[in-house]
């Protein structure tokens, strides 16, 4: 080695050497030497002079405000001078290590302890947690609420020596959202937040990551301002940042199609009558006004929607869809394009187009994903305008009936044990209750099931069937023919059935049949609306049937509901407060046990597209009509008496049944006030 590299070799001051990974020094050919002023010296391999770029964003971002230099040599002198360097500093980090361990700084997990933020068995446990969970120990101190957020930010500025950042300060520039894909910006829990000069700031869960702060600056061409954010504070963005993405990916698909329906609408003449223009819709289907029906349509299949809404506002139109019993506004339809819009789904389902002052009903088919849906459309003038609902009803299910166990979500043993021997009566009727969507076909089908063998008739009338069950005979209602409950029903009793379902009793005629079934040997199922098992009787009697025959018919009655169950995933443990638990019950004691007892709210994570919730799950009422209960009803007893008779004879309330799944973890408080209201009772 020469005299001028000697010189060279021994300038070079370790400090500035293990500011960097070796690997990388040697794979990008540079080796820092010193600083002068404002300028920092490099020794740069003269094979890989390509990487000076890279290599000036690595320097910039250990030291900001020093200029690189670059003394370049040959790639055999580079060799000799980096195995030097490597020898050295390995010696010397051997020493660093023995100096390191007898004058260490406490850990910042070690601090907290020290000034007893935490206890040393809180720490234990969060540690454990956090690395069975592989999930940074900040989360667990804020989903455990050992640490609130200010002291969670002064353990990160301990941890990581850089400031701390919340979603609420983070104001992401739309145009530097596009510069990381989002599986890096999910995966590697990074988020670009702005320009600062010729720097990016981003804020990072793991702000030590040099590998992933190297591989964002050479992508984005940019030194960076690193900031620590905490991990749920980062959740919450995320959770935001992917819904706004979608929301703007289908916002975008939406206005392109409507922009192509209102280009299409002013090359209409204004001598065009509507006639004119539904002709040439009919004659292309394929059309953008279609296309736009189309896609609200699948889109609220997507969505698992029960009904789609599409209501007049001042000026334009808004699509609303109802998912897991919630209504959620999803777009708006110009007023431009308004009436070609409700005009094809009238078209749709052969409805009169011409007709607006009147209340239509219709009904339509389309195959989506290799599936028929079947579609209930209504209209209804409001304000000059119309309004329109489509329920969407499940394509038709077809079951094998195997086995006789009843698997119904939500209901426990008791409840099962309680309905298998109810339907264990060879005659009578078993109604189910509840407002429309809650699950009562679906009951009512999950007993079917279990009835259904080789030695018993089951027949069927319903509108529409919703369910297809192998061996058994099912009817549909048809106005048009005539074909009633009713009508249908007094087919069914010359059919020598052993059991029959009747989807509704929504009229004296269907009731009256219903009960000369039960009377001569017959079990009959069927679904009622009203709020409660032991409001079903009024109901029954207010209908118009005597007080004796519904005493001597009735067989039991199943109340329910559907509450949203908690996500698995991500549901977060926490103690009620007085307030929250006078919401779901008015027991003293039980209020005092929900107290100090952990339940369960949501969150939201990817698995459940962060609603927090994963499907839903059935509340029950089930009330066998024992003999008690058929005094009281023949001596015309109020429903709140028949209920009381009823809970001392064991029955669950809706409440109850609902209370319990909190207390299980599987549902919520506000899912208990949104389905049943406040405890009253």
Not at 394 to 402: D, G, M, N, R
Request: glycine content about 4%; proline content about 3%.
């Amino acid at each position: 080695m020469s005299n001028q590299l000697e010189k060279l070799k021994n300038s070079i001051k370790k400090e500035y050497v293990n500011n960097f990974e070796l690997n990388l020094m040697e794979s990008s050919g540079f080796i820092p030497v010193d600083k002068r002023q404002n300028d920092f010296f490099v020794i740069l391999n003269k094979d890989k002079s390509a990487n000076k770029n890279v290599i000036t964003s690595l320097i910039k971002e250990k030291f900001q405000n020093l200029n690189p230099q670059f003394i370049p040599i040959a790639a055999n002198d580079f060799s000799a001078i980096f195995s030097s360097v490597t020898n050295v500093s390995s010696a010397n980090g051997t020493n660093d290590e023995q100096v390191k361990a007898t004058t260490a700084e406490p850990s910042a997990e070690e601090i907290l302890v020290s000034i007893g933020w935490l206890t040393k068995e809180q720490l234990q446990e969060c540690e454990q947690i956090a690395r069975d969970r592989k999930v940074p120990l900040d989360l667990i101190f804020h989903e455990k609420e050992y640490l609130p957020y200010d002291r969670i930010v002064s353990y990160l500025k301990k941890k990581y020596g850089c400031d701390v950042v919340s979603k609420a300060q983070i104001k992401v520039d739309r145009s530097l959202m596009k510069m990381l894909p989002d599986d890096i910006v999910e995966k590697k829990q990074i988020i670009i937040m702005s320009m600062e000069g010729n720097k990016l700031g981003v804020a990072m869960v793991h702000p030590n990551d040099n590998y992933t702060i190297r591989e964002v600056s050479l992508s984005t061409g940019r030194s960076l301002n690193v900031y620590c954010i905490p991990t749920f504070e980062f959740e919450k963005y995320l959770k935001e940042y992917l819904i706004r993405k979608k929301t703007e990916q289908t916002a975008k698909e939406t206005e392109r199609i409507i922009q192509s329906i209102e280009e299409e609408s002013a090359q209409y003449s204004d001598e065009e009558s509507l006639w004119t223009q539904v002709e040439k819709e009919l004659q292309d289907a394929s059309g953008n006004v279609a296309k736009f029906v189309y896609k609200i349509i699948t889109d609220a299949i997507d969505a698992k929607a029960s009904d789609i809404h599409i209501e007049p506002r001042i000026g334009y139109y808004v699509v609303r869809v109802r998912s897991d019993g919630i209504l959620k506004k999803v777009l708006d339809i110009p007023g431009s394009i308004e009436q070609a819009v409700i005009t094809r789904f009238k078209v749709l389902a052969r409805m009169n187009i011409a007709e607006h002052r009147r209340p239509q009903d219709g009904t339509f088919s389309i195959r989506y994903n290799d599936r028929m849906y079947d579609f209930r459309i209504n209209t209804l003038p409001v304000s000059g305008k119309e309004k329109v609902v489509i329920r969407i009803l499940a394509p038709a299910v077809s079951l094998k009936a195997t086995g006789d166990n009843m698997i119904i979500p939500g209901a426990s043993d008791a409840d099962i044990e309680k309905i298998h021997d109810m339907v264990q009566s060879p005659n009578g009727i078993i109604l189910t209750s509840g407002p429309t969507g809650s699950g009562k076909t679906t009951t009512l089908y999950t007993i079917l099931k279990s009835l259904n063998k080789e030695d018993v008739n089951i027949t069927t009338i319903e509108d529409p069937i919703e369910i297809k069950l192998e061996g058994i005979n099912q009817s549909q209602v048809n106005t048009k023919a005539d074909i009633t409950f009713a009508s249908c029903m007094r087919a069914i009793l010359r059919q020598d059935p052993d059991i029959i379902l009747i989807g509704e009793i929504r009229d004296f005629e269907t009731l009256e049949v219903a009960i000369s079934a039960a009377l001569t040997g017959h079990l009959v199922l069927s679904t009622v609306h009203t709020n409660s098992a032991a409001a079903t009787v009024t109901r029954l009697i207010e209908m118009g049937a005597k007080d004796y025959l519904v005493s001597s018919t009735l067989t039991g009655v199943i109340a329910q509901r559907l509450v949203r169950r908690l996500c698995d995933k991500c549901k977060e443990e926490y103690i009620p407060t007085e307030e929250e638990v006078k919401h779901i019950t008015t027991n003293p004691d039980l209020q005092k046990q929900l107290l100090k007892t952990k339940l369960y709210r949501k969150k939201g994570c990817k698995e459940c597209g962060y609603l927090g919730y994963a499907g839903r799950l059935g509340i029950y009422e089930i009330m066998p009509i024992s003999r008690e209960i058929k005094k009281l009803i023949a001596q015309g007893a109020h429903d709140i008496e028949i209920e009381e008779a009823a809970v001392a004879a064991g029955m669950r309330t809706l409440k109850t049944s609902c209370l319990n799944h909190i207390i299980e973890g599987r549902t919520t408080s506000s899912e208990f006030i949104r389905v049943l209201g406040y405890a009253n009772e």
